[in-house]
């Protein structure tokens, strides 16, 4: 499985962006795809995880980000509206089988900067 995440960048705070992660895989509906972030200097942490089941939120970006998927394209989006400074972070993109708890599979991440 190979994931590549791209849509980071630089926007003020207020800013919206939206990242997608394309997942070389016969169809993303078979895993759990998630989101986490790693700020400088900080331990990487979870951000949201979507699957056929549902959606989970990291209680930092509830009711601003928006985690979505397009299984005809096998690709997951993360809708990042009313960003703050404190969500500057490289954003990976990761899947796991539904069976386990650990996520095997990683993107190369994505920078996003978000300045006041």
């Known amino acids: 499985v190979q994931l590549q995440a791209s849509g980071g960048g630089s926007v003020q705070a207020g800013g919206s962006l939206r990242l997608s992660c394309v997942a070389s895989?016969?169809?993303?509906?078979?895993?759990?795809m998630g989101w986490f972030r790693q700020a400088p200097g900080k331990e990487r942490e979870f951000v949201t995880s979507i699957w056929s089941g549902g959606i989970t939120y990291a209680d930092s970006v509830k009711g601003r980000f928006r985690a979505s998927r397009a299984n005809a394209r096998n690709t997951v989006y993360l809708q990042m509206d009313s960003l703050k400074p404190e969500d500057t972070a490289v954003y990976y993109c990761?899947?796991?089988?539904?069976?386990?708890?650990?996520?095997?599979?990683w993107g190369q991440g994505t920078q996003v900067t978000v300045s006041s």
């Open positions: 895989v016969r169809t993303i509906s078979s895993y759990v």
């Open positions: 990761a899947a796991r089988s539904p069976q386990s708890n650990t996520y095997n599979y």
